[in-house]
């Protein structure tokens, strides 16, 4: 069931490493050409994507899911060689009336550190979550 | 050092190739989103969509470019879209951004823009805000 009893709910905490040739197949499949993304010294601005986890208790149907938004803030830029921590929360669960009926809106927020604890960057993603499709 | 660019000024545009299914499968496995809406159409279908739609994320990831090609590698200090349109199969999708504020910093400028990809029909389908640092 989802609904607002989830906000608050949190992952472990993960460790990414930021590995080169994650980020020159990331830039390569973008069609990004900039030098330094593609020879994966520094990761494109949308690489955190690439980073993914799960938060317990929140499990959710692939076909339902429709991406809303997406925000990424940066304290610096990530590099080949982070090693990141990352925690990942539902930020909040609301419900909308579209056209196609009422549609249920959950907003994952994630943080990334570095091994010092200083925080490297922020992330948001918004999902609209659909009504079981009619059969 | 380089002169800021002025509120309401546009940035190079970026005008990409149309979105090929190689595109999908090589953006799903170097992104690790593995939902098949992307590249099977049986998948898609099923979803109730008009046929396999490519990742929201991917014409993100054209807007991230279009800032890094004209701030450079690690400007980008923040970039935040919604996805307001379904990208298919075979669109061709032009990225462009206008500076709406510059401010100036210690090393730099923070330049605000607006920015946005449309579709080959002028629709505009990811749309946000970006902050990029251009130094001194």
Redesign the interface.
């Known amino acids: 069931m989802i609904d607002r009893s989830l906000i608050g709910r949190r992952s472990e905490l993960e460790l990414h490493e930021v590995e080169r040739g994650a980020i020159r197949r990331f830039a390569a499949a973008i069609g990004d050409e900039t030098p330094l993304h593609r020879q994966g010294e520094i990761a494109p601005p949308t690489f955190p994507t690439t980073l993914r986890g799960e938060i317990p208790g929140l499990e959710l149907d692939k076909k339902r899911i429709l991406h809303a938004g997406e925000e990424y803030r940066y304290r610096r830029p990530l590099r080949a060689g982070d090693v990141l921590r990352v925690v990942r929360r539902v930020e909040d669960v609301y419900e909308k009336r579209g056209s196609l009926g009422p549609m249920t809106f959950i907003v994952l927020a994630a943080e990334g550190r570095d091994p010092s604890g200083e925080i490297v960057y922020e992330s948001r993603t918004t999902i609209i979550y659909r009504q079981e499709a009619e059969v | 050092m380089r002169s800021l660019p002025q509120a309401g000024e546009e940035i190079p545009r970026l005008e990409?190739?149309p979105i090929g299914k190689l595109?999908l499968l090589?953006?799903a496995?170097?992104?690790?989103?593995d939902?098949?809406?992307h590249v099977d159409v049986e998948?898609a279908r099923?979803?109730?969509l008009p046929g396999v739609i490519a990742?929201?994320?991917?014409s993100?990831?054209?807007l991230?470019?279009l800032?890094?090609?004209w701030a450079?590698?690690?400007a980008?200090?923040?970039?935040?879209?919604?996805?307001s349109r379904m990208v298919r199969l075979g669109d061709r999708l032009g990225c462009r951004g206008v500076v709406r504020e510059v401010r100036e910093e210690a090393g730099g400028a923070l330049i605000r823009l607006l920015v946005y990809a449309e579709n080959q029909e002028g629709q505009r389908v990811t749309e946000?805000d970006a902050e990029v640092f251009l130094r001194d």
């Open positions: 990409k190739e595109q090589h953006y496995g170097a992104s690790g989103d939902n098949l809406i998948t099923a979803a109730a990742h929201g994320m991917l993100m990831g054209f991230g470019q800032l890094t090609d450079g590698a690690g980008v200090r923040s970039i935040a879209v919604r996805f946000g």
